[in-house]
């Protein structure tokens, strides 16, 4: 079984930054995809950013240009950089994990809240 546990979020001010982290561990495979949703309060939750096992990225078109996301293998690591933060990007953030064959597995979430 993997195990995520994600860090990161917090307040932060409009234009502001955030980097929130997913750090995975347990019975992690080979090949394995990794990404980031999102669900704001009454809204579904939906795909923010995604690394395939070939490490191709997926961004959401509302965060194209101001998040990055990444990860580091050596750590089982996953990285989402958030820049130019806007009000309608709050919401909790939660990590995933999909290895092959596997089902996926959740992180907790994090909050994210943009405010002035």
């Known amino acids: 079984q993997v195990q995520l546990v994600e860090s990161g979020g917090g307040l932060v001010q409009p234009g502001g930054s955030l980097r929130l982290s997913c750090a995975a561990s347990?019975?992690?495979?080979?090949?394995?995809?990794m990404g980031w949703y999102r669900q704001a309060p009454g809204k579904q939750r939906t795909l923010v950013a995604a690394?395939?096992?070939?490490?191709?990225?997926n961004y959401a078109d509302s965060v194209k240009g101001r998040f990055a996301i990444s990860r580091d293998n050596t750590k089982n690591t996953l990285n989402l950089q958030m820049n130019s933060l806007l009000p309608e990007d709050t919401a909790v953030y939660y990590c995933?994990?999909?290895?092959?064959?596997?089902?996926?597995?959740w992180g907790q979430g994090t909050q994210v809240t943009v405010s002035s």
């Open positions: 690394l395939n096992t070939a490490g191709a990225t």
């Open positions: 347990g019975s992690i495979s080979g090949r394995y995809a």
């Open positions: 995933y994990y999909n290895g092959l064959g596997s089902p996926i597995i």
